[in-house]
């Protein structure tokens, strides 16, 4: 299947992808850039080497500022939210409250059992000490990251919860993410993007505490300090460019299937982008809508670079060829543009947000559903999920043994533990045998 120059990389029936074109439809992750790896390395070793001192060093070098202070007074996050745009303020406001609200419903229980008389075990989630949250700055400016990150924390009860965002000339984050972390109910807010950033909130230095967990999207840099810190500290899903499955059929308008691509792709040149749609004359409606809308987008070179990349209109004479594809792709959005959206999530196992219906725009779950827009990519949904308030939890395990059932337990445990040859476990069980 030949590529199309500066429109879609791939056009045709599903079933006549050759077995590479699948594979680089599939196989999104790819290999991390080596000069990337070993240039986080050493800015991760500095930061645990000089701490603060590499921080302030890091910010004249690569945000072009001096700062006399790496932490950004409360002060300055209240006087950016009252300084911004009423309407923005509105939607984000509103966008919180959905967000605590979807996520309220995801609180865990403890739970206890009795495997065998006088034999209990239970497991009680506990919140997080301290979480950190970071958020782009830049070209890329999230203020909704802020709160899809903060506010579950939040609800969730962790601690602490800090924001990392890199400084502007005026050596402070984008207003819109000051904004955004108070609105949330951020505690704390450092001028740090980065490698830097992550190793700070990895390890800790005089100004930034350690964190437990640290969450939020970021450029390849970002995305690779994260990946390099675990062990010191725990990560959501490794995360990579922007995607989106469409599966359509004859009920939905190809304009808005059109649209709904255009938005992932403005998002980066290597977003993957692809539809499936139920029939050839389909699949050609929806190919032509996303050429005549690419030529106006606003972020067009984005676009046609996303397209010419990873982006594919296939088509399937079958809905039943369709899930074994999606199952493979596991892609960070799936829309169902189809006419019974809801049965069709039943044939769903990996993805990361399942949009019903054309009118359920991703772009609604990016900003206001309250549903968390953090999600798998590169076909991680197949043993990740989106953030949730689990992660801001962990368990504490329990167990408790009666005086009966330990003198129950003692001869089997013995026996297993001297299989092992592991004998001081068998004399410590056999030792309550009597007792």
């Given amino acids: 299947m030949a590529p199309l120059p ?51 060093e890091m910010a004249r070098r690569f945000d072009g500022v001096s700062l006399s202070s790496l932490e950004v007074p409360r002060a300055r996050c209240e006087e950016a939210l009252a300084a911004l745009e ?30 065998e008389p006088g034999v209990l075990v239970g497991r009680r989630p506990d919140p997080l000490g301290r979480v950190g949250v970071y958020a782009p700055g830049g070209r890329a400016v999230y203020p909704s990251s802020v709160l899809m990150g903060v506010v579950p924390a939040k609800v969730a ?3 602490e919860v800090i924001v990392c965002s890199p400084p502007g000339r005026d050596g402070l984050p984008h207003a819109s993410v000051l904004a955004a972390a108070v609105l949330a109910g951020a505690d704390r807010v450092f001028a740090l993007g980065g490698a830097g950033a992550v190793a700070a909130m990895a390890y800790g230095t005089r100004s930034v505490p350690r964190v437990d967990r640290i969450v939020g999207p970021g450029n390849a840099y970002v995305a ?4 390099q810190v675990v062990g010191a500290v725990a990560i959501e899903a490794p995360a990579g460019p922007s995607e989106i499955l469409v599966v359509a059929d004859a009920t939905a308008s190809p304009e808005a299937v059109a649209r709904e691509v255009l938005a992932q792709a403005e998002h980066d040149p290597d977003a993957a982008c692809v539809v499936v749609a139920l029939g050839d004359a389909v699949a050609e409606a929806i ?20 397209l010419g990349s990873r982006g594919a209109v296939l088509s399937v004479a079958s809905l039943e060829e369709v899930w074994p594809f999606v199952a493979d792709f596991a892609p960070e959005h799936l829309l169902l543009a189809t006419a019974e959206p809801a049965a069709d999530l039943e044939r769903v196992r990996n993805a990361g947000t399942v949009f019903l219906g054309e009118r359920s725009s991703v772009a609604y779950g990016d900003y ?6 953090v999600l798998p990519t590169a076909g991680l949904a197949r043993a990740y999920s989106g953030l949730n308030l689990l992660d801001f939890y962990r368990w504490t395990t329990f167990q408790r043994v009666e005086r009966a059932a330990s003198a129950a337990l003692a001869d089997d445990v013995g026996v297993l533990a001297d299989s092992e040859g592991l004998f001081a476990h068998a004399e410590a069980a056999r030792a309550w045998r009597g007792a």
């Fill in 224 to 227: 690779e300090a994260k990946l």
């Fill in 86 to 115: 009423p309407s923005l303020v509105r939607a984000l406001t509103r966008a919180v409250r959905n967000i605590a609200r979807a996520h309220e419903v995801q609180r865990p229980r403890a739970v206890e059992v009795e495997t």
């Fill in 157 to 159: 009860g962790v601690g």
């Fill in 368 to 373: 206001m559903t309250g549903s968390n827009h």
């Fill in 6 to 56: 500066s429109f879609l990389r791939f056009q045709g029936p599903l079933a006549r992808l050759s077995p590479e074109d699948r594979r680089w439809l599939l196989l999104r992750g790819g290999a991390v850039d080596s000069r990337i790896a070993a240039r986080v390395r050493e800015l991760i070793a500095s930061v645990q080497l000089d701490g603060d001192s590499a921080l302030f």
């Fill in 287 to 306: 190919a032509a809508q996303v050429r005549a809308l690419s030529v106006s987008a606003k972020r067009r070179e984005i676009v046609d670079a996303a």
